[in-house]
């Protein structure tokens, strides 16, 4: 890179940009003293103002192991606990990445996901600084709280369409809720944790899924759990389509491993339709979603396969490029992939992978439980089974 | 991309049933706009509501914007510029006729206007891309849906405002009506308690008023309040029963009892209330009805009143009549009985100085002839010593010390045998009449002392008389009370026999009334009267345990009332004179007992002449040791009272002590007649006053040794 010969001051500047590698560790062991002598040595960084933590449920981490190490870090940080994070092209099932965020982020945490009380809009507005300034907002959110749509609306009321959105659910394949979220106050459960950053993005966000059949009518559903569609039990329903139209049983086999191939969509006007990725079935019959299904929506049952699927990594790769062109060589893809795709691509999912790691830039990002980002210029969702990537100067 | 049909049902139907969920207004736009982009994958929206304010020109507010800081939206903000630039009524209505309305911004981002009639209007901001023409058809459909449920949700909240502010309205009436029932509640307990107290209040007064007006009702003294024109307001019952006014008999007076020889005082008296000031220590005289003056001491005491001129003047008046009356009787008393004491010793001296004279006088009438020269000096010595002698007498009984043989007797009857003599010697210009009571008067008294009560009585009445006029005479029984006896020392109340004399004379004024009892004191020319006769009846009077009064005024002649206690049992009894012997003289030994050395030379001569043997002894002690000596021999004792060292009545008892049978007879030229009676008693045989004639004490003796 052609640079002038600078002036001393200017020296430092030129420095600087050519220090804009990403600042990153990644801790293999999944040990918290190996995580806090990561930690400690960003906080002696001069480079570094704030953490952005990326770590493995396999850890094992809980509040009492790690809260001493968040809650001493002199640096603002925001992090969670997810499935599997990913480095590269790989994903690791134990282990952290954390990431030195060169720009002091302004974080705040909004306790209640699943508490119906709490006006999530008012509760980020007073939450926000009055003075922040922000281009990229990360989101991670506990993927088990059961008003994450609450949330969505209440951040996109606060800060529209200034920011780019990026982030996801976190917690554990267990799909016990326990606390995944990482800030300064601890391990929390049942939160949110938002850092705005003054840092450029561009964020892409696709599926693959198409319709299998549908649309079916919601006519009964609470939160994240869908009670009957066209007036029947969700699960009798489901089961009947996808019998008729897929010849499958369910009979003796499990749940999960048949319906994350086929998920349920909602539609909405020129985009791709919203996943909600079904976790679980009830005695009576409904169904549990990651993310909210609002009653009398309409919805699909999609149906995806593994090319369809890197075709649209591929695609939110282009858009995540095409909406932030001024981004640096440097600058690291931010990726959360959905979990349910790992495990609904299997081994193909390394093709996903490498669709991102052929960009030729860092890969780090986590299997999430549930996406959020705002695809362009258009509405903020919670996205399940999806891929949204960002390509942002940390 | 164009939406599928049923694709776009499904998101219009989603956006309708967003649409129709809720009739809260901030909830419904909030739901409505949010389904909107988020369906509409838009990038911003808003709902601007038409705001009609009474003091503000017309315009559009966004009661909720997607974000909530669209305005830092500069496509949003371009787009909104398409509004009019002066919102006046004709350029909104102008602009609303032109919905729906398409743009695009220069960023590229296309906006879409839908009416929300007649509440205002939907924009929605899409970014790189655009909304289908039939969308934005079927959309309008929506806007106006959602227009109408706007409308519904302002009619609803104007209904709610309207209940709400009933509600807040009636809840304050509510409130109102409950404070206003607590007020009356506890402003009627509070009257109520302020009636009853002012009810107990009213009652205390009442009976406090009652108590006062019982209480001055029942005021032994009378009371008159008067105001301050001095014109009375009330008038207690003790006051009419004293003076007989009513308060109606005062209607046009101001103080009609106040009478004339009040003088000066009461014109004070009638100042002082004028003033408002409280009259006090002050004796003035008053008229009762019947025009009878009454002295009455006034106390005042003046009640204030709110106003001034209602002041009250309470005059307590004590009538104090009696009082004078009663005093003056005790000052009288008290003179008389000075005097008494004091012509009592002169008396008394005189007596012994008589005896001498009287005694040797006689002793020389035996020796000397009657006839010859020195016989007439000695009988002009005896009639002048025996004048002397009833002066002295005169002045005894004036004195009360005279000597009264009381006795059961009908004073009917010595009123008769009085006026026997009166009609012999009185003159005939004199009338007398008689009123006597038809059954006996028994008294017990000495008849003769009262019938010279009667004749000095009677003497004097003719004297007031010179041109003659009537005497009367009345007696009859009265019952004395115990307010009359006051005054009278000795006096008990009981049944008396009244007499009264009285004339139709000259009278005589109250300043004579009070002397007329005093020794000496004689309004009759000098010769015409001794002045012992009305002090003899006054004493003789006193000794009969009676009162004598006297009531005159010049001009209305006089009345003498004497009241004798009746005998108790009013028993006629036949008076017991004593035997009288004609033996005067005896052979038997007699001691006499006396510190004079000339009585006892006088009596010894006398009763040696009588054949008699005396022993003289000079005093008590002696008397006794002579007796004790020699009482075999000695016949009587013949004692004398006044004397120094034990006294006669000691050696009396002493004599008696030593021998029960011992006669005594006592001389005593100054004795009481309680003195007398009392020595009598003790066991002697009879009382002889000095100073005796020599016939009487030879008398007496051989009467106490003959007994």
Not at chain 2, 511 to 535: A, D, Y
Request: charged share 20%.
């Amino acid at each position: 890179m052609f640079m002038p010969v600078p002036e001393v001051g200017r020296l430092l500047i030129f420095f600087e940009v050519n220090a804009l590698e990403p600042i990153m560790e990644i801790e293999h062991t999944g040990q918290v003293e190996a995580l806090e002598a990561i930690c400690v040595d960003f906080e002696r960084h001069a480079d570094v103002a704030g953490l952005l933590i990326l770590t493995c449920d396999a850890n094992g981490y809980t509040p009492e192991l790690l809260d001493p190490l968040l809650t001493s870090c002199c640096l603002p940080l925001i992090g969670a606990v997810f499935p599997e994070i990913i480095v590269g092209n790989k994903t690791l099932i134990q282990g952290s990445i954390v990431v030195g965020l060169r720009q002091r982020p302004d974080i705040f945490s909004i306790a209640g996901l699943s508490d119906q009380s709490v006006d999530f809009e008012e509760a980020i507005c007073s939450a926000i600084p009055d003075f922040c300034l922000g281009q990229t907002v990360l989101v991670f959110v506990d993927a088990f709280g059961s008003r994450l749509a609450d949330l969505m609306e209440g951040l996109f009321n606060n800060f529209g369409l200034e920011v780019n959105y990026l982030g996801g659910g976190s917690g554990s394949l267990s799909f016990n809720q326990k606390p995944c979220v990482l800030t300064n106050q601890g391990m929390l459960e049942d939160a949110a944790v938002i850092a705005l950053l003054d840092v450029a993005s561009g964020v892409g966000v696709q599926h693959g899924w198409s319709s299998l059949a549908g649309p079916y009518k919601v006519t009964e559903s609470t939160g994240c759990t869908i009670v009957s569609i066209d007036w029947q039990p969700a699960y009798t329903l489901y089961k009947q389509v996808l019998s008729e139209q897929q010849g499958i049983s369910f009979a003796g086999r499990d749940f999960y491993a048949i319906a994350q191939n086929y998920p349920f969509g909602l539609r909405k006007l020129d985009a791709e339709m919203v996943v909600r990725d079904p976790l679980t079935v009830g005695a009576a019959g409904e169904m549990t979603c990651v993310g909210e299904v609002p009653e009398n929506s309409y919805l699909d049952i999609l149906i995806g396969d593994v090319d369809t699927l890197v075709d649209a990594a591929s695609e939110a790769l282009r858009f995540a490029l095409h909406n932030h062109t001024a981004a640096s060589e440097t600058a690291p893809l931010l990726l959360f992939d959905c979990v349910s795709r790992s495990a609904f691509m299997e081994d193909e999912f390394q093709r996903e992978l490498d669709v991102f790691h052929g960009s030729g830039r860092r890969v780090i990002g986590a299997l999430t439980l549930g996406e959020i980002a705002n695809c362009g210029k258009s509405y903020l969702e919670l996205f399940n089974k999806t891929t949204v990537v960002g390509v942002i100067d940390l | 991309m164009s939406p599928s049909r049923s694709e776009l049902i499904q998101i219009c139907y989603e956006i309708a049933l967003a649409i129709n969920e809720t009739e809260d207004m901030p909830r419904l736009l909030s739901q409505a706009l949010t389904m909107l982009v988020r369906k509409l994958n838009c990038s911003a929206g808003g709902i601007h509501l038409l705001d009609i304010e009474p003091d503000s020109p017309p315009g559009f507010k966004p009661p909720v914007t997607i974000p909530r800081c669209s305005e830092r939206i500069p496509s949003y903000v371009e787009a909104l510029a398409q509004l009019p630039i002066v919102p006046t009524r004709d350029a909104l209505s102008f602009f609303a006729d032109k919905l729906p309305l398409c743009g695009v911004c220069q960023n590229g981002d296309n906006y879409y206007f839908f009416d929300l009639l007649p509440h205002g209007f939907l924009l929605l901001l899409k970014s790189e891309s655009t909304l289908d023409p039939i969308v934005v058809k079927e959309l309008r459909p929506l806007a106006a849906k959602l227009g109408q449920a706007i409308g519904t949700c302002l009619q609803r909240k104007a209904l709610r405002e309207s209940v709400d502010h009933f509600s807040m309205v009636s809840e304050e009436l509510r409130h109102y009506q409950e404070s206003l029932e607590e007020m009356v509640e506890d402003r009627t307990v509070t009257l109520k308690q302020e009636m009853a107290e002012r009810r107990i209040a009213e009652e205390e007064l009442r009976q406090s008023e009652e108590q006062h007006r019982l209480f001055l009702q029942q005021l032994p003294d009378p009371v008159v309040v008067f105001n301050r024109q001095c014109i009375p307001q009330y008038i207690n019952k003790a006051f009419t029963d004293s003076f007989g006014w009513c308060l109606d008999d005062f209607s046009a007076k101001s103080f009609p009892l106040l009478h004339e020889e009040s003088g000066s005082k009461g014109d004070w008296l009638r100042q002082q209330i004028g003033k408002g000031e409280s009259p006090s220590g002050i004796e003035v005289n008053l008229q009762n009805s019947s025009h009878q003056v009454l002295r009455v001491a006034v106390s005042g005491i003046m009640t204030r009143q709110r106003r001034r001129d209602d002041d009250l003047q309470v005059l307590v008046l004590r009538d104090v009549t009696e009082q004078h009356r009663l005093e003056a009787q005790l000052r009288h008393s008290q003179k008389m009985q000075a005097i008494g004491t004091l012509t009592g010793g002169i008396a008394h001296d005189f007596n012994n100085l008589l005896q001498a004279i009287s005694g040797y006088t006689q002793l020389l009438q035996r020796r000397i002839n009657r006839k010859s020269r020195e016989g007439s000096f000695l009988d002009s010595i005896a009639v002048s010593t025996e004048r002397a002698v009833d002066l002295v007498k005169q002045l005894l009984i004036a004195s009360r010390r005279g000597e009264s043989r009381l006795v059961p007797i009908d004073l009917n009857e010595t009123v008769e045998q009085a006026v026997k003599l009166l009609e012999r010697t009185l003159v005939k210009m004199v009338r007398i009449e008689t009123g006597l009571q038809e059954t006996p008067l028994i008294v017990d008294g000495d008849a003769g002392q009262l019938e010279q009560v009667i004749l000095n009585l009677s003497n004097n009445a003719q004297a007031a008389m010179p041109n003659g006029g009537g005497l009367t005479l009345l007696t009859k029984e009265v019952m004395l009370e115990e307010d009359f006896c006051l005054g009278y020392d000795g006096l008990k109340p009981g049944a008396y026999a009244l007499l009264s004399v009285s004339d139709n004379g000259i009278g005589m004024s109250s300043e004579v009334i009070e002397q007329i009892f005093e020794p000496f004191f004689t309004t009759k020319r000098v010769g015409e009267g001794t002045g012992l006769g009305l002090s003899s009846a006054y004493g003789i009077v006193r000794n009969h345990q009676g009162v004598i009064l006297c009531e005159s005024e010049p001009g209305r002649g006089t009345l003498f009332s004497i009241y004798l206690p009746l005998s108790a049992g009013m028993v006629r009894l036949q008076p017991q004179e004593r035997q009288e012997k004609a033996t005067a003289g005896g052979e038997e030994t007699l001691l006499i007992v006396d510190d004079e050395q000339a009585i006892v030379e006088i009596a010894r001569s006398i009763l040696e002449a009588g054949g008699y043997r005396v022993i003289r002894a000079a005093n008590g002690e002696e008397a006794l040791e002579i007796y004790l000596r020699r009482k075999s021999e000695i016949s009587l004792v013949i004692l004398d009272l006044g004397m120094p060292g034990m006294g006669g009545e000691k050696c009396l008892k002493a004599l008696r002590a030593a021998n029960p049978k011992v006669r005594v007879l006592v001389a005593s030229g100054y004795a009481s007649k309680e003195q007398a009676q009392r020595v009598l008693d003790l066991g002697a045989a009879a009382f002889v006053g000095k100073p005796y004639r020599v016939e009487t004490i030879l008398k007496e003796v051989r009467l106490a040794l003959d007994d």
